[in-house]
């Protein structure tokens, strides 16, 4: 059995005893000698350095004003939009004569398409109009009775020429042909119409006679020197010869009308004709005016062959690259940029900060290509902000589309160095407001706070 232990055991809360030489022992003579000597002076001068910098940051955080502003991606544009070159009725390329990103003046031909459809055209509808100049050469010379004069038409139209030449001569016969049958029937009555007079002068000098010699015999018949019978003879044959002249006479006007009627039918046939002939004129005029509009516009398209440059930039979005490629109408084949416009920035503003933007406010913008510690950035205006959103097609985020002015087209000192192109992708620093340094480091802890107390 284990024997039992005799020493007292301590109490509670009775002090404890610290035995000479411990680290207690060790400890307690520093505090105290620290407690005796005091802070040293060195120590107390760096706390009231600490304190006087902590001061003084504060109050130039205080007042240091920094910048508040809205970041927004861009590109640089140009003031007149991009030029698409488009071709009106389209066709066959035959040369394409710039490539991608090349600059190029203005009127400068940038492709050719293939002519011998757009000539054939041409040529066709210069041939038609070269019939119907001679149609109207031809007509003309047919209503002045003149010859015809085509000597204004090329050799190579001779073929056209002889046409005209055998139509005229034609109508020409024709016309001739008729008044000479009418002519001939005017000369026939009118012959017998001079006959008819003929027979009237001498019927006219029998009449005559035979009424002298009826008023003999009537003296002679009533004296009783003369027979009846012959006295009534010769009454008779007076009566028949007045009945003669009254036939010649009608014969006479029948023949004379005619000769009227007839000469009325060659005036019929001659206004008939002229007006068939101006009819037909009128006819030629008009085609000939459509005609004139025709080539105007197979012209054109010709000129068209040739895609010039609408204006002085550098192409992109080269559509046609290879000869041979059919270009249907209204075409797309490049589009040109122009490089001596004034230019701007189009910038995506998130909707976030759309309530902070303005037109007016100014606009740090920041070029990708080039360096914006070395280079710096160029300071624009805001011009406007779009009233609606847009979708981005790359992110399906909402944007609000804004447009900055630049009041120059380089970055640096230099106007002919670091240029500002078309299509650049920039920064836009959209200052929207300003605040102290303070504010500014004391918002994180702001918004914790605010935060902070309002979870459950």
Do not use: C
């Not at 550098?314 to 001596?340: F, H």
């Not at 976030?352 to 290509?369: L, N, P």
């Amino acid at each position: 059995m284990s024997q039992l232990s005799t020493a007292p055991s301590p109490t509670v809360g009775s002090p404890r005893k610290v035995q000479r030489g411990s680290r207690q022992i060790r400890y307690l003579a520093q505090f105290v000698l620290l407690e005796e000597k005091g802070m040293s002076w060195l120590a107390g001068a760096a706390v009231l350095v600490v304190a006087a910098l902590v001061t003084a940051f504060v109050a130039w955080s205080s007042l240091i004003k920094i910048d508040e502003v809205a970041v927004a991606s861009g590109s640089v544009i140009p003031r007149s939009k991009v030029q698409v070159v488009q071709h009106l009725e389209g066709g066959i390329v035959r040369d394409i004569l710039v490539e991608e990103r090349q600059v190029v003046e203005q009127g400068a031909v940038l492709a050719r398409l293939d002519p011998i459809q757009a000539t054939a055209e041409l040529e066709q509808i210069r041939a038609r109009r070269i019939s119907l100049q001679l149609r109207e050469e031809r007509l003309r010379a047919f209503l002045f009775g003149r010859d015809p004069d085509f000597a204004f038409v090329e050799p190579r139209y001779a073929h056209l020429i002889a046409d005209q030449v055998a139509i005229f001569r034609a109508a020409k016969d024709r016309w001739d042909s008729q008044r000479a049958v009418l002519e001939g029937e005017i000369l026939q009555k009118e012959a017998e119409a001079d006959a008819a007079m003929r027979q009237m002068e001498a019927v006219g000098r029998q009449v005559r006679l035979l009424g002298e010699e009826v008023e003999m015999l009537r003296t002679l018949f009533e004296q009783g020197h003369a027979s009846k019978v012959r006295f009534f003879e010769i009454q008779r044959e007076k009566a028949a010869a007045e009945s003669e002249m009254s036939r010649l006479q009608g014969q006479r006007d029948t023949a004379e009308k005619a000769v009227i009627e007839l000469r009325e039918r060659i005036g019929d046939l001659d206004n008939n004709q002229r007006q068939d002939a101006v009819g037909e004129l009128g006819t030629v005029t008009a085609e000939l005016a459509q005609v004139d509009e025709a080539i105007s516009r197979a012209q054109d398209m010709v000129t068209r062959l040739e895609v010039v440059a609408p204006v002085k930039g550098y192409v992109q979005n080269l559509q046609v690259r290879n000869a041979g490629t059919v270009i249907p109408a209204g075409g797309v084949l490049m589009e040109v940029v122009p490089v001596d416009d004034e230019l701007r920035v189009e910038t995506k503003i998130a909707t976030r900060d759309v309530g902070h933007v303005a037109a007016g406010q100014m606009v740090k913008v920041k070029v990708s290509s080039y360096d914006f510690v070395r280079y710096g950035a160029v300071e624009g205006r805001l011009e406007y902000v779009s009233a609606t959103t847009y979708v981005d097609e790359q992110n399906g985020q909402p944007y609000y589309k804004g447009m900055v002015s630049l009041p120059r087209t380089y970055l640096g000192e230099n106007p002919n160095e670091n240029r500002i192109l078309p299509g650049m992708t920039v920064q836009a620093d959209i200052v929207t407001g300003e605040k102290t340094l303070l504010q500014y480091l004391l918002k994180p802890i702001y918004v914790s706070l605010a935060h902070a107390f309002r979870e459950r």
